[in-house]
């Protein structure tokens, strides 16, 4: 799977509720209106201005605090391609690779990348190209099983064309 | 090989000895899902095309997040919950009953040697009573509800040592807080903090759940505490399960150590707008104060409310104070003990049982430029529903002193 978009640089730290502020997730489960809100403890003008395959590259501990499945979610349907960052927390990793947003670990890549520039990431192969200043990093794919369920499309559509989890 | 406490608890649940950095699959001893992240967890266990639960009796739906509901959209999800729950038969507590990490002890869902795994992040409370606890998001739950297992990486250890005796006014989120000025809000990633020492054995069990409840702000997938006679006393009558002794061996491998001279600690604060912004008190004294919350997973227990009455009896609140046990059961010993009616004399708003203004969904979201003391554990941006307020995190005793000053304070005048 290989995902091209424009950069869009963020710090450390960005908690899940920078990503999808709380007061909007207890009241529905339509995305369409949730990925309005996309980013916006951090930006508000994200939501508006990302275009489809667009990369979040991010610095350290992407995604903590809260569980809430929404966070990934909402990146998904404002139409972010993957998300690349130094660090990722633990839940948000998980849940995004469930929901099928690629993420990916390439600590490398955040100095080198500026806001706008156009990359291509190569998932399976692990290869993040920045495409504006011609340099390419390398990443650890993802394990196995993992992949497979982000190639899948996420947990649930993995469960659908299998009948079981791969762990069973 | 000598056994962190992560690895013995999973070797003893998967039969065959285990070592960090492996993938194992277990099968769950409890499945929590709340208001919100449990319709989120139906739609995918739908969408997946389950149809039954795998185990009702240990699969638990609490409302607590938005409870009672503040709007028609948030009263719709709830609907959803009682629909499932009535139709699955899951163990189900509604709005007033508490917060599910409260819950899940005293309904004798926990219990050493146990996989808890619950759609919070702060599942990692239940470490505290020796069970191997994480938070997961809402589609993984609903392969939970639907298979009772999950895959987990087993975790490396950070061994954090505590000893020495607390000051009068020094608490474990005091400790807490401590830790993660030291280790960082991403300095444990993926590991398990393990807490032990003197001044830990020590501790009632409501102190050993504050301190395990906030190893995620740290990035910990749990916090784990040995569990004994105190461990044993509190699970008597509440499960059925034998309460085993589980201890990590004497040599075990840790990636880390950190040790903490409890007798040295002074009361600690979080600053805006990040949990690991840690200072002493003394550094913030004079901060004006607009609101107050005493409540949480963190702090709603009843120790925490007999402290935050201890400070504020005979006294009167100089800004507005929100207080909320933890849950109904929390409410009813504060009662019988005289604290609600210390607090309600001293000026305290006392709320339902619940996650309360921690969560930014309602009972208190901040006006811009309000600066708020909570015994909470996050202090995001925007985390209680305002981002323009300013959130300082602190154990009861500061915030009640704080409640009485209209200022962060050092309680230092209180025995």
Redesign the interface.
């Known amino acids: 799977m290989i995902i091209k978009g424009r950069a869009w640089k963020f710090g450390n730290?960005i908690?899940t509720?920078?990503i999808i502020?709380?007061?909007y997730?207890?009241?529905?489960?339509d995305f369409r209106e949730l990925a309005q809100h996309a980013m916006e403890?951090?930006d508000s003008e994200f939501s508006r201005r990302v275009q489809p395959g667009d990369i979040i590259v991010a610095g350290?501990?992407f995604g903590?605090?809260?569980?809430?499945?929404?966070a990934p979610?909402v990146l998904k349907h404002a139409g972010v391609g993957a998300v690349v960052a130094r660090?990722f927390?633990?839940?948000f990793f998980?849940?995004s690779i469930?929901?099928g947003l690629p993420v990916v670990i390439c600590p490398e890549a955040y100095e080198a990348v500026e806001q706008g520039d156009l990359l291509e990431v190569n998932l399976a192969e692990g290869m993040l190209k920045n495409l504006s200043k011609g340099t390419v990093f390398n990443f650890k794919p993802l394990?196995d099983?993992l992949l497979k369920i982000l190639l899948d499309g996420?947990?649930?559509e993995h469960?659908?064309m299998h009948g079981k989890?791969i762990?069973? | 090989m000598p056994q962190t406490l992560a690895e013995k608890i999973l070797s003893m649940k998967i039969k065959r000895d285990v070592s960090p950095g492996e993938?194992v699959?277990v099968e769950v001893d409890a499945a929590m899902a709340h208001?919100?992240?449990a319709?989120?967890m139906i739609?995918?266990f739908k969408?997946?095309?389950m149809t039954k639960v795998w185990d009702p009796s240990r699969a638990v739906f609490v409302i607590d997040?938005?409870a009672p509901s503040s709007?028609e959209?948030?009263s719709a999800?709830h609907k959803m919950m009682r629909e499932f729950a009535l139709q699955h038969g899951l163990n189900f507590f509604d709005v007033g009953e508490g917060i599910c990490h409260q819950l899940l002890p005293e309904k004798g869902f926990v219990y050493p040697g146990g996989v808890v795994l619950?759609?919070?992040?702060h599942?990692c409370t239940h470490g505290a009573f020796a069970a191997f606890s994480t938070?997961?998001?809402?589609?993984?739950m609903?392969?939970v509800f639907g298979?009772g297992?999950?895959?987990l990486r087993v975790p490396e250890s950070l061994k954090v040592t505590v000893t020495g005796a607390l000051k009068s006014y020094v608490t474990a989120k005091d400790v807490v807080l401590h830790v993660i000025g030291e280790v960082g809000?991403?300095g444990a990633?993926?590991m398990a903090v393990e807490y032990s020492g003197d001044t830990v054995k020590e501790m009632s069990i409501d102190s050993r759940m504050t301190l395990c409840n906030m190893a995620v702000e740290m990035?910990a997938?749990t916090g784990l505490i040995a569990s004994d006679e105190k461990t044993r006393l509190f699970l008597e009558g509440r499960c059925q399960a034998p309460c085993k002794t589980i201890e990590p061996d004497s040599s075990a491998y840790y990636t880390d150590e950190l040790i903490v001279e409890a007798d040295k600690l002074e009361p600690m604060v979080s600053c805006p707008h990040?949990v690991d912004n840690v200072k002493a008190v003394a550094e913030v004294e004079g901060t004006p104060v607009d609101q107050v919350f005493i409540g949480s997973c963190t702090n709603g227990r009843l120790e925490d409310l007999r402290m935050a009455a201890q400070m504020l009896k005979g006294k009167k609140v100089k800004c507005r104070t929100i207080v909320m046990p933890a849950s109904r059961e929390v409410y009813l010993k504060a009662l019988r003990e005289g604290l609600i009616e210390i607090f309600l004399e001293a000026g305290c708003a006392v709320g339902v049982p619940g996650c309360g203004p921690c969560?930014?969904?309602h009972h208190g979201?901040p006006a811009p430029g309000e600066v708020v003391v909570a015994t909470t554990n996050?202090n995001?941006?925007?985390?209680m529903?305002c981002?323009e307020a300013f959130i300082y995190l602190a154990s009861p005793i500061v915030a009640a002193h704080a409640a009485i000053q209209g200022k962060i304070v050092h309680p230092k005048e209180v025995s």
């Open positions: 730290n908690s509720d920078h502020p709380g007061k997730k207890f009241k529905t489960l403890g951090i350290r501990n903590c605090g809260s569980s809430r499945e929404q979610l660090s927390a633990r839940i998980r849940n469930n929901v394990p099983f996420g947990l649930v469960y659908k989890f762990w069973e | 993938i699959v208001d919100g992240t319709p989120l739609q995918s969408a997946m095309g997040h938005i709007n959209g948030t999800l619950g759609a919070d992040s599942t938070g997961i998001g809402s589609t993984e609903a392969a298979s297992k999950l895959w809000a991403d990633t993926y990035g997938k990040e969560v930014g969904g979201v996050r995001f941006k925007g985390r529903g981002a």
